[in-house]
Protein backbone atom coordinates (compact mmCIF):
# COMPACT_ATOMS: atom_id res chain seq x y z
CA UNK A 1 0.00 0.00 0.00
CA UNK A 2 1.76 3.13 -1.29
CA UNK A 3 1.93 6.69 0.36
CA UNK A 4 -1.77 8.55 0.87
CA UNK A 5 -3.74 4.78 0.36
CA UNK A 6 -4.25 4.26 3.99
CA UNK A 7 -7.29 5.79 5.78
CA UNK A 8 -5.82 8.79 8.36
CA UNK A 9 -7.30 7.00 11.51
CA UNK A 10 -5.29 4.29 10.26
CA UNK A 11 -1.88 6.14 9.93
CA UNK A 12 1.32 5.58 12.55
CA UNK A 13 4.79 6.61 12.88
CA UNK A 14 5.59 4.06 10.08
CA UNK A 15 3.55 5.92 7.49
CA UNK A 16 6.11 8.88 5.74
CA UNK A 17 3.65 11.43 6.16
CA UNK A 18 3.18 11.15 9.91
CA UNK A 19 6.83 10.15 10.44
CA UNK A 20 8.04 13.79 8.75
CA UNK A 21 5.74 15.56 10.56
CA UNK A 22 7.27 14.16 13.86
CA UNK A 23 10.53 14.46 12.97
CA UNK A 24 10.04 18.52 12.23
CA UNK A 25 10.71 19.10 15.93
CA UNK A 26 14.18 19.45 16.27
CA UNK A 27 14.25 18.29 19.70
CA UNK A 28 13.20 14.50 18.70
CA UNK A 29 15.41 14.59 15.15
CA UNK A 30 18.22 15.19 17.26
CA UNK A 31 17.43 12.79 19.97
CA UNK A 32 16.63 9.58 17.19
CA UNK A 33 20.26 10.50 15.79
CA UNK A 34 21.88 10.18 18.79
CA UNK A 35 19.84 7.52 20.06
CA UNK A 36 20.43 5.30 16.51
CA UNK A 37 23.64 6.32 15.48
CA UNK A 38 25.53 6.24 19.34
CA UNK A 39 26.79 9.62 18.28
CA UNK A 40 26.45 13.46 19.43
CA UNK A 41 24.37 15.41 17.26
CA UNK A 42 25.70 19.18 17.50
CA UNK A 43 23.26 22.58 16.70
CA UNK A 44 21.25 21.43 13.82
CA UNK A 45 21.43 24.14 10.96
CA UNK A 46 19.78 22.58 8.90
CA UNK A 47 15.94 19.92 9.11
CA UNK A 48 13.56 19.83 6.00
CA UNK A 49 11.96 16.93 5.59
CA UNK A 50 10.65 15.58 1.95
CA UNK A 51 13.78 17.27 1.31
CA UNK A 52 14.04 17.49 -2.76
CA UNK A 53 17.77 16.93 -4.55
CA UNK A 54 17.70 17.80 -8.26
CA UNK A 55 21.87 18.54 -8.82
CA UNK A 56 20.76 18.79 -12.66
CA UNK A 57 17.81 19.09 -15.03
CA UNK A 58 18.42 16.20 -16.78
CA UNK A 59 19.01 14.06 -14.14
CA UNK A 60 17.27 12.12 -11.36
CA UNK A 61 16.11 13.65 -8.81
CA UNK A 62 16.14 12.38 -5.19
CA UNK A 63 13.13 12.84 -2.54
CA UNK A 64 14.29 12.44 1.24
CA UNK A 65 12.30 11.69 4.26
CA UNK A 66 14.44 13.57 6.67
CA UNK A 67 17.45 15.82 5.78
CA UNK A 68 19.33 17.23 8.49
CA UNK A 69 22.68 18.94 8.56
CA UNK A 70 25.13 20.29 11.53
CA UNK A 71 28.34 22.12 11.63
CA UNK A 72 30.02 19.56 9.20
CA UNK A 73 27.53 16.00 8.75
CA UNK A 74 24.50 15.32 6.58
CA UNK A 75 22.09 12.78 7.91
CA UNK A 76 19.10 11.58 5.69
CA UNK A 77 16.49 8.94 7.42
CA UNK A 78 14.61 7.15 5.62
CA UNK A 79 11.32 5.28 6.48
CA UNK A 80 10.69 2.30 4.34
CA UNK A 81 7.87 0.00 4.99
CA UNK A 82 8.57 -2.06 1.98
CA UNK A 83 10.44 -2.42 -1.40
CA UNK A 84 13.63 -3.00 -0.22
CA UNK A 85 15.22 -4.74 -3.74
CA UNK A 86 16.64 -2.00 -4.33
CA UNK A 87 17.78 -0.14 -1.07
CA UNK A 88 21.33 -0.58 -1.26
CA UNK A 89 21.77 0.72 -5.06
CA UNK A 90 19.40 3.81 -3.62
CA UNK A 91 21.78 4.25 -0.61
CA UNK A 92 24.75 4.50 -2.77
CA UNK A 93 22.47 7.36 -5.08
CA UNK A 94 21.58 9.21 -2.03
CA UNK A 95 25.14 9.35 -0.94
CA UNK A 96 26.30 11.02 -4.20
CA UNK A 97 23.20 13.12 -4.79
CA UNK A 98 24.05 14.57 -0.88
CA UNK A 99 27.66 14.95 -1.98
CA UNK A 100 27.05 16.84 -4.78
CA UNK A 101 24.61 19.10 -3.36
CA UNK A 102 26.88 19.97 -0.63
CA UNK A 103 29.76 20.39 -2.32
CA UNK A 104 31.13 23.83 -3.80
CA UNK A 105 32.66 24.22 -7.04
CA UNK A 106 36.13 25.14 -4.88
CA UNK A 107 36.09 22.18 -2.48
CA UNK A 108 38.75 20.35 -1.45
CA UNK A 109 38.06 16.31 -1.36
CA UNK A 110 39.09 16.00 2.17
CA UNK A 111 36.51 18.74 2.80
CA UNK A 112 33.69 16.41 1.85
CA UNK A 113 30.86 16.53 4.87
CA UNK A 114 30.63 13.15 6.88
CA UNK A 115 27.10 11.82 5.40
CA UNK A 116 25.19 9.29 6.97
CA UNK A 117 22.42 7.42 5.09
CA UNK A 118 19.94 5.66 7.54
CA UNK A 119 16.84 3.23 6.93
CA UNK A 120 14.16 2.13 9.15
CA UNK A 121 12.76 -0.65 7.97
CA UNK A 122 9.49 -1.80 9.51
CA UNK A 123 10.32 -5.55 7.79
CA UNK A 124 13.77 -7.21 7.30
CA UNK A 125 15.25 -6.01 4.49
CA UNK A 126 18.35 -8.48 3.82
CA UNK A 127 16.48 -11.58 5.84
CA UNK A 128 19.58 -12.25 8.09
CA UNK A 129 17.42 -11.64 11.27
CA UNK A 130 19.35 -9.28 13.03
CA UNK A 131 17.84 -5.68 14.42
CA UNK A 132 20.41 -3.42 12.58
CA UNK A 133 22.60 -3.85 9.51
CA UNK A 134 26.02 -1.40 9.36
CA UNK A 135 27.74 -1.06 6.21
CA UNK A 136 31.88 -1.57 6.69
CA UNK A 137 34.03 -0.76 4.01
CA UNK A 138 37.43 -2.51 3.89
CA UNK A 139 40.08 -2.84 1.41
CA UNK A 140 39.79 -7.00 0.26
CA UNK A 141 43.24 -7.70 0.50
CA UNK A 142 44.30 -6.22 3.39
CA UNK A 143 42.49 -5.46 7.18
CA UNK A 144 45.70 -3.44 8.50
CA UNK A 145 44.36 -0.27 6.45
CA UNK A 146 41.59 1.63 7.39
CA UNK A 147 39.38 2.81 4.95
CA UNK A 148 36.98 5.31 5.71
CA UNK A 149 35.35 7.53 3.34
CA UNK A 150 33.35 9.31 5.98
CA UNK A 151 30.47 7.49 4.63
CA UNK A 152 27.85 5.66 6.95
CA UNK A 153 25.22 3.20 6.08
CA UNK A 154 22.61 1.73 8.60
CA UNK A 155 20.04 -0.51 8.35
CA UNK A 156 17.20 -0.80 10.90
CA UNK A 157 15.23 -4.11 11.16
CA UNK A 158 11.66 -3.08 13.38
CA UNK A 159 10.86 -6.85 13.02
CA UNK A 160 13.81 -7.63 14.97
CA UNK A 161 13.41 -5.57 17.79
CA UNK A 162 13.23 -8.25 20.69
CA UNK A 163 17.00 -9.14 19.38
CA UNK A 164 18.62 -5.19 20.04
CA UNK A 165 20.45 -5.22 22.77
CA UNK A 166 20.18 -1.26 23.24
CA UNK A 167 16.92 -0.50 25.23
CA UNK A 168 16.81 2.67 23.74
CA UNK A 169 16.71 1.75 20.47
CA UNK A 170 14.66 -1.50 21.45
CA UNK A 171 12.29 0.60 22.42
CA UNK A 172 12.32 2.78 19.63
CA UNK A 173 12.07 -0.16 17.15
CA UNK A 174 9.14 -1.87 18.66
CA UNK A 175 6.90 1.46 18.83
CA UNK A 176 7.93 1.57 14.96
CA UNK A 177 6.56 -1.64 13.99
CA UNK A 178 3.52 -1.24 15.80
CA UNK A 179 3.47 -2.04 19.55
CA UNK A 180 2.87 0.85 22.48
CA UNK A 181 6.38 1.95 23.54
CA UNK A 182 7.09 2.03 27.54
CA UNK A 183 9.57 4.81 28.14
CA UNK A 184 12.49 7.21 26.65
CA UNK A 185 12.50 8.64 22.88
CA UNK A 186 9.56 6.02 21.83
CA UNK A 187 7.35 7.10 24.21
CA UNK A 188 7.90 11.04 23.55
CA UNK A 189 7.95 10.32 19.20
CA UNK A 190 4.35 8.99 20.35
CA UNK A 191 3.29 11.54 22.28
CA UNK A 192 4.25 13.58 19.25
CA UNK A 193 2.34 10.97 16.70
CA UNK A 194 -0.66 11.73 18.41
CA UNK A 195 -0.85 15.44 18.63
CA UNK A 196 0.06 15.41 14.62
CA UNK A 197 -2.95 12.86 14.34
CA UNK A 198 -5.34 15.50 16.31
CA UNK A 199 -4.31 18.50 14.45
CA UNK A 200 -7.43 18.96 11.56
CA UNK A 201 -5.37 21.08 9.40
CA UNK A 202 -2.83 17.75 8.86
CA UNK A 203 -5.64 15.30 8.03
CA UNK A 204 -6.79 18.37 5.30
CA UNK A 205 -3.71 18.16 4.04
CA UNK A 206 -2.88 14.08 4.11
CA UNK A 207 -6.82 14.05 2.39
CA UNK A 208 -5.64 16.63 -0.22
CA UNK A 209 -2.84 14.39 -1.17
CA UNK A 210 -5.24 11.47 -0.47
CA UNK A 211 -8.19 12.85 -3.04
CA UNK A 212 -5.26 13.51 -5.77
CA UNK A 213 -3.66 10.23 -5.86
CA UNK A 214 -7.15 8.48 -6.48
CA UNK A 215 -7.91 10.92 -9.17
CA UNK A 216 -4.90 10.02 -10.69
CA UNK A 217 -5.78 6.55 -10.50
CA UNK A 218 -8.77 6.72 -12.11
CA UNK A 219 -7.37 8.91 -14.93
CA UNK A 220 -5.26 6.01 -15.08
CA UNK A 221 -8.10 3.76 -15.24
CA UNK A 222 -10.45 5.67 -17.80
CA UNK A 223 -7.10 5.69 -20.30
CA UNK A 224 -5.92 2.28 -19.58
CA UNK A 225 -9.64 1.18 -20.53
CA UNK A 226 -9.69 3.72 -23.78
CA UNK A 227 -6.24 2.33 -24.71
CA UNK A 228 -7.72 -1.72 -24.40
CA UNK A 229 -10.40 -0.66 -26.13
CA UNK A 230 -8.50 1.00 -29.31
CA UNK A 231 -6.08 -1.94 -28.87
CA UNK A 232 -8.78 -4.37 -29.19
CA UNK A 233 -10.88 -2.28 -32.67
CA UNK A 234 -7.26 -2.20 -33.62
CA UNK A 235 -6.49 -5.89 -33.46
CA UNK A 236 -9.97 -6.86 -34.77
CA UNK A 237 -9.45 -4.83 -37.90
CA UNK A 238 -5.97 -6.11 -38.32
CA UNK A 239 -7.44 -9.80 -37.52
CA UNK A 240 -9.78 -9.41 -40.48
CA UNK A 241 -7.00 -7.98 -42.71
CA UNK A 242 -5.00 -11.03 -42.35
CA UNK A 243 -7.93 -13.63 -42.78
CA UNK A 244 -9.15 -11.60 -45.88
CA UNK A 245 -5.65 -11.72 -47.15
CA UNK A 246 -5.07 -15.50 -46.23
CA UNK A 247 -8.50 -16.11 -48.34
CA UNK A 248 -7.57 -14.23 -51.46
CA UNK A 249 -4.27 -16.21 -51.21
CA UNK A 250 -6.18 -19.55 -50.96
CA UNK A 251 -8.52 -18.53 -54.14
CA UNK A 252 -5.44 -17.96 -56.00
CA UNK A 253 -3.46 -21.02 -55.20
CA UNK A 254 -6.65 -23.04 -56.13
CA UNK A 255 -6.19 -21.41 -59.87
CA UNK A 256 -2.78 -21.97 -60.19
CA UNK A 257 -3.42 -25.89 -59.13
CA UNK A 258 -5.78 -25.85 -62.01
CA UNK A 259 -2.94 -24.59 -64.37
CA UNK A 260 -0.62 -27.42 -63.30
CA UNK A 261 1.79 -25.90 -61.15
CA UNK A 262 3.27 -27.89 -58.75
CA UNK A 263 2.75 -27.18 -55.09
CA UNK A 264 6.18 -25.71 -54.22
CA UNK A 265 5.23 -23.42 -57.36
CA UNK A 266 2.02 -22.39 -55.99
CA UNK A 267 3.80 -21.81 -52.32
CA UNK A 268 6.26 -19.69 -53.71
CA UNK A 269 4.01 -17.56 -55.40
CA UNK A 270 1.73 -17.17 -52.78
CA UNK A 271 3.01 -17.07 -49.72
CA UNK A 272 1.71 -20.34 -48.64
CA UNK A 273 2.68 -23.57 -46.70
CA UNK A 274 3.48 -26.19 -49.00
CA UNK A 275 1.24 -28.43 -46.75
CA UNK A 276 -1.28 -26.29 -47.02
CA UNK A 277 -0.88 -26.14 -50.70
CA UNK A 278 -1.22 -29.70 -50.66
CA UNK A 279 -4.27 -29.81 -48.00
CA UNK A 280 -5.87 -27.51 -50.84
CA UNK A 281 -5.14 -29.80 -53.94
CA UNK A 282 -7.14 -32.31 -52.07
Known amino acids: MGQFSKRWEDLTIADNFI ?7 EKLCRRMLEVLLGIEVGRIEYLNTENQLENFYDSRGI ?3 VYVKDSDRVFNIE ?4 NYDDMLLRTRYYLASSDVSTTKRRTKFKDLKETYILFICKDDPFGAGIPCY ?3 SSFLETDKISYDDKSHNVFYNCSAWEKENDPEIREVLKFIYGLKPDFGLALEMNRAASLA ?14 DILE ?6 REIGLAEGRAKGLAEGRAEGINQGAHENAVETAKRLLKMGLTAEQVSEATCLSVEEIRDISK
Open 19 to 25: FCKVMKD
Open 63 to 65: RLD
Open 79 to 82: MQTG
Open 134 to 136: TKF
Open 197 to 210: KQKSHLEDEYMYFS
Open 215 to 220: DEKEEA
